[in-house]
């Protein structure tokens, strides 16, 4: 049965610390959590009335129940990493992720303690690692914050956190001179400055890059930094399940992770427990919601699902980011022999280097729908493309760079120019066919300035958080900007919390232990559910394509609402009729669970919101309305009739002998 969803109005009231109290006004049968830990912002000039995105609540999406009290903790300071048995490890930090926010917060981390850096694949491979545009920051003599600030609020339609957008955009440049201080070398002007190029949105030249591999650089250099540091532990291959919390009165505590060594699938040896004080979840974004996406294999909305179970808030998951230009198969001279994992991305510094769209009559069509033509934002652009492709009945559209220079062309583009050579294109006498992806979460784990979350001990930072910097569209290239600024900021908090920290070792029995599936059944059965959960998989991406994508309207939504429902409910119980248990684990079953946990987010957020705003257009309310700039909160409820997929993989017991921390006063 689904999980129960409520829609309710709530009021805000200033608390004076950051801390805003929420009542309820509108609650549908069931108890919401009336407390939310954001940031107390000031409001900018760009913003055309009086609130703060941090400072009101729209509306907001009941989810779960808090977890049982646990008592009479038993106390033990760790001060290092160690090795309780063969399958838990503890740190002082454990961080969900291994991109740009996770390895940057990892190395200011390991000064004050052991560190554990848990990742799903290979430690390359992340969304950082795709990244081809750059990192945007005012580096320029005429550029400006204010500008940079502007730039992002008016891609954002407004509904950016003002003191998050001033945070980002004035400690960016910092961040970036820490990069390079670090080995991560970036394109160099004749004049031997940074090149700095410029992308759709942005006013000025501010995307430092290296040449279009910008993020596989970034994650060289800090990946040569964390394996030389001897504070950090990297765990590949290790899948996370769900967070470890426990609730301490009114508050709900994050002490570590249950993971899957996905090398090591045997009884009894594959789930591996980290307990550690502090946790940072930077597992990145849900790309792979939908069947066309830029975002590698691992981005499933692990992190997303995973702290949505630990009750923590989620916001604004309405907007999904489509890239307007990814590659188009269908358009290459030569084809690929099979469906690609990820769509290869065309650069947004393509179409900012003067790059120009067609439709396939070779019409220019962007001054049509906007002034800045192909520099317009995104959300702008992938409409435009959207609208083009279904009024004309065409699969995609054209990008033409070829009028300009080719040394120029393959000297700024050199993995783009090689990739598309590779199936018979030659970007330097040729235009591209593009085609819009998934690209980018806007929404997530709601943050607040240090990346502190409502869940105690738990931080946020890269795309996985929701920090209210992107609004309703995210700028290109402050992406990797958000995740340095925000790693950054999250370590003293985490430092605090930690050194404040006491944590009992025999905790790792309190939590029943997930078991790993593949050999607790019999092969057979294996197949059929692995092959049963493929095509679960492959229908719910066909659901959020058709009915979640780039414009949308409420009976759409409605349907993809109820399809999903069914297909969630028809796929749990194909699992059990097979003889699995709810508490069994494995790596296909635990991203359906995680896909289907962030579909259903994303398409009840949109449902709240009854407006036509950055990244969410929907045919039935087409307008900006003033009154609807806030943001869509999505709050803990009842666990009562919710999915398996809703609910942490391991049952607390009432009255035990539990968790307990023992904490000063946080700041």
């Known amino acids: 049965m689904q999980s129960p969803t409520c829609i309710a109005m709530a009021t805000w009231i200033p608390a004076g610390s950051g801390t805003l109290q929420f009542r309820v006004t509108n609650c549908k049968g069931h108890s919401c959590r009336r407390t939310a830990l954001v940031s107390d912002a000031p409001i900018a000039r760009f913003l055309r009335k009086d609130l703060s995105w941090s400072k009101a609540v729209s509306k907001h999406v009941c989810a779960f129940s808090a977890p049982p009290l646990q008592k009479n903790q038993k106390l033990f300071k760790i001060v290092s990493s160690c090795k309780i048995d063969s399958l838990t490890q503890c740190f002082d930090f454990s961080i969900i992720g291994s991109g740009i926010a996770g390895l940057r917060y990892a190395l200011e981390v ?278 083009q492709l279904k009024k004309r009945d065409e699969k995609y559209v054209l990008l033409d760079i070829s009028h300009k220079p080719k040394e120029e062309i393959l000297s700024h583009f050199p993995n783009i120019s090689s990739t598309c050579l590779k199936y018979g294109l030659d970007i330097t006498r040729h235009p591209i066919p593009v085609v819009p992806a998934a690209h980018y979460m806007c929404g997530g784990v709601q943050a607040g300035l240090q990346g502190e979350t409502n869940v105690k001990g738990l931080y946020v930072a890269g795309e996985v958080a929701c920090t209210g910097l992107h609004g309703a569209n995210r700028l290109a290239s402050n992406s990797l900007l958000e995740a340095l600024v925000f790693a950054r900021r999250a370590v003293q908090p985490s430092v605090d919390w930690m050194k404040s920290s006491s944590l009992d070792l025999t905790a790792s029995n309190l939590w029943p232990r997930p078991a790993a599936a593949p050999l607790s059944l019999e092969s057979n059965v294996t197949d059929k559910i692995l092959s049963m959960t493929k095509e679960s998989r492959t229908e719910l991406q066909s659901i959020m394509w058709n009915y979640v994508g780039i414009v949308r309207s409420t009976m759409r939504l409605e349907t993809a609402k109820q399809n999903i429902c069914n297909l969630e409910a028809k796929w749990e119980e194909c699992l059990f009729e097979h003889g699995w248990k709810p508490t069994m684990a494995g790596p296909e079953i635990c991203e359906m669970r995680n896909l289907f946990c962030c579909a259903k987010l994303v398409i009840s957020s949109a449902l709240s919101r009854h407006e036509s705003r950055g990244l969410h257009y929907t045919v039935d309310f087409p307008h900006l309305e003033e009154s609807k700039r806030l943001p869509t909160i999505i709050f803990p409820s009842s666990t009562v009739n919710s999915t398996w997929s809703s609910r942490q993989l391991h049952k607390q017991p009432m009255y035990q002998e539990g968790i307990k921390l023992c904490h000063n006063t946080y700041k």
């Open 110 to 387: 390991a000064k004050y303690g052991s560190v554990a850096v848990i990742t799903k694949a290979e430690s390359h491979e992340c969304n950082t690692n795709y990244a081809q545009g750059g990192v945007s920051a005012v580096l320029g003599p005429s550029d400006s914050v204010e500008s940079h600030m502007k730039d992002t609020i008016v891609a954002g339609a407004y509904l950016c956190d003002e003191e998050s957008v001033r945070v980002v955009c004035t400690e960016g440049p910092e961040r970036v001179r820490e990069l390079i201080a670090m080995g991560a070398s970036f394109d160099h002007g004749e004049d031997g400055n940074l090149h700095l190029m410029r992308e759709g949105g942005h006013s000025h030249h501010r995307i430092v890059h290296a040449a279009d591999m910008t993020g596989k650089e970034i994650e060289r250099a800090l990946l040569k930094a964390v394996i030389n540091n001897p504070n950090i532990f990297v765990f590949e291959h290790h899948f996370a399940i769900d967070l470890l919390t426990c609730q301490d009165e009114s508050d709900i505590i994050c002490l570590g992770v249950d993971t899957l060594n996905t090398k090591t699938l045997e009884v009894g040896t594959a789930v591996i427990r980290f307990l550690s004080k502090a946790t940072l979840l930077a597992s990145g974004g849900a790309g792979h919601i939908y069947p066309k996406t830029t975002n590698p294999l691992v981005a499933t909305g692990d992190g997303i699902a995973m702290a949505h179970r630990a009750q923590a808030l989620i916001s604004n998951m309405e907007f999904v980011q489509f890239h307007p230009t990814a590659l188009a198969d269908e358009g290459l001279p030569i084809k690929q022999t099979k469906p690609r994992e990820k769509a290869f991305l065309i650069s947004e510094a393509v179409r900012g280097d003067g790059g120009i769209l067609y439709n396939l009559g070779m019409e220019r069509f962007m001054p049509l729908y906007d002034e800045r033509a192909e520099l317009a934002p995104r959300d702008v652009v992938a409409r435009s493309i959207d609208d």
